[in-house]
């Protein structure tokens, strides 16, 4: 057993410092990932180290117990603003008459053909906004059926497991389809007129993720998504940043983003919202987002039950109301600097 122990103390050591370093490598990104997975199991490791000596430790047991011990401390600091306990970074709504948009967000996985429960999702929900990606041309004509209470729509239906549908009951002007990084990686960007008087830019994203096969480095990822976020920063009115990030919130990058951006995470003060893999529940973590502006509060956010995809759908209701108790982050010049330096890697 002591071998086993000071095999799984190592890995579990090795996979908390690897995140810590700054490096666009899918194995330095992929243990980002499974944050609350690791403090669980390190408070579990721990257990069994004290199991295993009680209180006659040897010396060199503590070169495994203070690390795993440190690595717990460090884990729980961060998985605090994402649970209920946190402070809010876009706070509740205050009344129930303000103007409100209600979003819902899919990755649909493309080889699920299961196009009924996401039809019956949509129909349940009734968001005024949904937004599918990882959608192909099948995945275009099994939602079809909703044109008539969505006028408007735009459909990039892809086989690469990059196709994009976005479905609105809003009028739609200055819409685009983007290819910013990878000619065959597209993003939408368009104005979502909410009334006569009052328009919300919108982005929807579906970058690629850092894993062998797919793509082995971040860079490509964080560049389209910090593009992003230096287009949002630029907008005066209400914003809104949505789909699969294939990030998750509490990352590095994230957190750039949200600084460059001056966007808020609704995650923040409310809980994990765990959105992948939606078929094992221990490997769960937090990669479909919305991230909006300040001219928002919250009045409910949910994950819906799951729809045949390996993904969880996503949904919020906000209202367009702002308040000065929304709390952004601030980039500093170093901030500024490292992304720049992203976006130009990637180009």
């Known amino acids: 057993m002591n071998y086993v122990l000071i095999i799984l103390s190592s890995f579990l050591i090795i996979s908390g410092i690897l995140p810590l370093i700054k490096h666009d490598n899918w194995t330095f990104r992929v243990f980002e990932y499974p944050r609350a997975q690791k403090l669980i199991i390190s408070i579990i490791i721990l257990s069994l180290w004290f199991v295993k000596t009680g209180l ?191 990030d998750v919130g509490w990352s590095y990058s994230s957190e750039l983003f949200l600084k460059i951006s001056g966007l808020l995470d609704l995650r923040r003060g409310r809980g994990l919202f765990n959105t992948f893999h939606a078929k094992y529940f221990f490997l769960r973590w937090p990669l479909d987002h919305i991230f909006v502006s300040k001219h928002f509060t919250v009045k409910d956010m949910c994950r819906h039950p799951a729809v045949g995809s390996d993904h969880f759908p996503i949904g919020t209701v906000l209202h367009l109301e702002k308040n000065g108790d929304n709390e952004c982050m601030n980039a500093d010049q170093a901030d500024k600097l490292e992304a720049e330096q992203k976006i130009e890697a990637a180009e």
């Not at 503590?62 to 402070?87: D, E, Q, R």
């Open 56 to 246: 006659n430790h040897e010396l060199s047991d503590f070169f495994f117990i203070l690390p795993i011990f440190s690595l717990a401390i460090y884990l729980m600091v961060k998985i605090y603003p994402f649970t209920s306990l946190g402070k809010k970074m876009i706070v509740n709504s205050t009344s129930d008459d303000m103007e409100s948009v209600h979003l819902l967000v899919l990755n649909v996985y493309q080889f699920n053909t299961d196009y009924q429960k996401t039809v019956n999702l949509i129909q349940k929900v009734k968001p005024d906004v949904f937004f599918l990606v990882e959608t192909n041309q099948e995945w275009a004509d099994a939602v079809a059926i909703f044109k008539k209470d969505y006028p408007y729509h735009i459909e990039v239906p892809l086989e690469n497991t990059y196709g994009l549908l976005f479905y609105s009951k809003f009028e739609i002007t200055n819409q685009s389809v983007n290819y910013l990084i990878d000619e065959e990686i597209p993003s939408i960007e368009l104005d979502m007129i909410v009334n006569p008087k009052k328009s919300i830019r919108v982005y929807g994203i579906h970058p690629t993720p850092p894993v062998p096969g797919e793509n082995p480095s971040s860079t490509e990822r964080d560049a389209e998504i910090l593009i992003i976020g230096k287009k949002a920063k630029k907008q005066t009115g209400p914003c809104i940043v949505m789909g699969d990030l294939n």
